[in-house]
C-alpha cells in the first residue's frame, strides 16, 4: 500500500502569540514549531496500514520554509520511509495556492491514500485536503475518527453535530484525520537515528499570489476584568442573580 | 447590485437552525441574498429564511440528497455559483460546511476563507476577520477571489430578523453519480447538543477527578432544559475520561457560547485559546490563582462538588 501523507509545520499549541513588527504576522522568536497535531493521527494511520498490508511506503510531503525538514523528521523517526519538502519562503494565507502545489506535486504518484490532518492548529484554514481530492478528482472524506479500508472499499466515521456519520467511498481517495484515529506513537530513539539516513528530497516551489491578502494579525479583544462573586455554595444565590440582572444570560 | 449566495442546510428534511445564521450573515454583505438548500424534496423551514432577509429561496433538488451528499450538492453549487454571477458565498463551518465549502471553493478555482467572525464589505471589497491560532489571535482579511467563499463560525451571527416576501423555487438538478456516499447516521444519545452549537457549554477538566463525577455537569446540563453541552478539557479527553468530539481548546473545538461555565479547568493557554469569545464565562475552581479566574466574568472559587449541585438547584428553581 502506497500513502502519501501532507503535513505542515506549525507552532506547539502551548505558544504565546505575539505579533511581530509588521503587524500582519507571527513573531517567531523564541517559538518552538511541532508537526502539526493531526497530521500526527495521518502519519500513524498511513504506518498502520502499511505495517498491516505488509508491503508499500509511506512518504511525507510538506509545503513550508527550510526549517520544515525538522519537521519531515520527526515524520521520518516515527517511521515514514521518505520526505519532500516543498520549500517555499511563506506558507500561503490562500488555501487553494497550498493545494495546487501539492496536487501537482502528488498527481503521477499512484498513492492508494493521501492523508491530511483535518486541520492546521495554526492558520486553521481547514481546506487543503479537500481541496487536493478535488484537484486530484479523487473521492474524499473529512475529520474521519474511524477508518476501516478492505480491499477497494473503505468504510469511515465522522463526527458531526448531535451523532456520527458513517461514510462508504472507494480507494484510491483523500482522507483527513481527526483526533480519536488512532494513538500516535512517540520516536523512539532508533527512529530518530535511523531518520536521519532516510531520503529528504528538496524542490524549490513559485507559487501563485492567490487573491486572498492579509490586512492584519491581531491579538484578541481582551476581556474585561472579572471578579470573584465569592467562595463554596454559599456564592451560589449571587452568581445566578448576576447571570439573571447583570449579565442578562439566564 | 451584487448578488449573495447563503448555503443552508438542512437534516431529514427539516431546515438547520444554524441556517438561519448563514442568512444574517450574508446580509453584511450588501445586495440581495440568495438563501440556497440541497434537499430530496421540500425543507421544513424553508419559509421561515424570508424572515431572515432572503430575497430568494432556492431548494436544489436531487433523490441523492436526502443525506448529505459531499460530491453532489459540491457540484450542484458550484454550478450554480457559475452560471449566477455571485460575488459571495458564504457557508456555515459546521461540521457539514466545513466538508462542503472547501469542495466548492476548489471547483471554483478560489480558496476558502474559513470560520470567519466577522465579514463586511468595505468600499466593494469584502473583509473578513477569522481567529488564528485557535483564537489567540485575529487575522484580517481582504478577499479578493472572484466569488469570495467564506464559511462564517457557528453561534457567532446572531440571527437578525428583517421579514421581506421572499420568493421560493425548486429546481432539480442532475449530478454525478456519487463516490463518497452517507450510509447511515449513529445519533448521539438522545438530545445531546454539540458543544460547538449549543448556547451553554459547561466542561470539566481534572477537577473533576473521576469520569464518573461528570455527571454532576451532565445534571446541571439537564437543568438548563435542553440548552446546555458537557464539554471537556484537554487533559480528561486524553485521559480517555471523555469523547474527543467533547474537547474544548486549540487541538479540540473552538465555541462561542452565550454561556460557558468551567469547572474544575485550571486554565492552559490552549483550553483559553478555545472558549474566550464566549459571550459570558463562569469558572468555578478551588485553586483561587487558577488562571481559569482570569478570563472568567464571575468566579466562584470553592469544592466544585459542592458549588454545582447547588447551582443546578437555583438553575432547576429558574426553569421549573
Known sequence: MNIAVCIKRVPDSETRVKIASNGKSLDEAGVKFVLNPYDEF????????????????VAVFCLGPAAAQETIRTALAMGADRGVLLQTDAVPVDGFVTAQALAAELKSGGWDLILFGKMAIDDYNQQVGPMV????????????AHLDI????????????????????????????DKGLNEPRYPALKGIMAAKKKPLELKPVQLGAGAIEVVALTPPPERKEGKIVGEGPGAVAELVRLLREEAKVL | MSAILAVCEQRDGTLRKVSHE????????????????????????????????????????????AK?????????????????GYTAVVFTASATGKDLAPRVAAKLGVGLVADCTDIAAEGGTIVATRPVYAGKALLKIKVATKPAVLSLRPNVFTPVER????????????????????????????????VAEAQIVISGGRGLKEPANFKVLEELARAFGGQAAVGASRAVVDAGWRAHADQ???????????????????????????????????????????????????????DLFEVVPRLTEEIKKLHG
Do not use: W
Open chain 2, 248 to 302: 474544548v481548546g486549540q487541538t479540540g473545538k473552538t465555541v462561542s457560547p452565550t454561556l460557558y461555565i468551567a469547572v474544575g479547568i485550571s486554565g492552559a493557554i490552549q483550553h483559553l485559546a478555545g472558549m474566550r469569545t464566549s459571550k459570558v464565562i463562569v469558572a468555578i475552581n478551588k485553586d483561587k490563582d487558577a488562571p481559569i479566574f482570569k478570563v472568567a466574568d464571575y468566579g466562584v472559587v470553592g
Open chain 1, 42 to 57: 495521518a502519519v500513524e494511520e498511513a504506518l498502520q496500514r502499511k505495517e498491516k498490508a505488509g508491503a508499500g511506503e
Open chain 2, 163 to 194: 421579514p421581506k416576501p421572499g420568493t421560493a423555487e425548486t429546481v432539480a438538478v442532475n449530478v454525478a453519480a456519487a463516490r463518497v456516499v452517507v450510509r447511515e447516521i449513529k445519533a448521539a444519545e438522545a438530545g445531546a447538543l454539540d
Open chain 1, 133 to 144: 481530492a478535488e484537484l486530484l478528482g479523487l473521492p474524499c472524506v473529512t475529520a474521519v
Open chain 1, 150 to 177: 478492505d480491499g477497494q472499499k473503505g468504510v469511515a466515521e465522522r463526527e458531526i453535530e448531535g451523532g456520527i456519520e458513517v461514510v462508504e467511498f472507494p480507494v484510491p481517495a483523500v482522507i483527513t484525520a
Open chain 2, 22 to 65: 448563514v442568512v444574517t450573515g450574508a446580509h453584511r454583505l450588501g445586495g440581495t441574498v440568495e438563501a440556497i438548500l440541497c434537499a430530496a424534496g421540500s425543507v421544513a423551514g424553508a419559509d421561515q429564511l424570508g424572515k431572515f432577509g432572503a430575497d430568494k429561496v432556492v431548494t436544489l433538488t436531487n433523490a441523492g440528497f
Open chain 2, 68 to 84: 448529505y451528499n459531499p460530491e453532489g450538492a459540491a457540484q450542484a453549487i458550484a454550478e450554480r455559483v457559475k452560471a449566477g
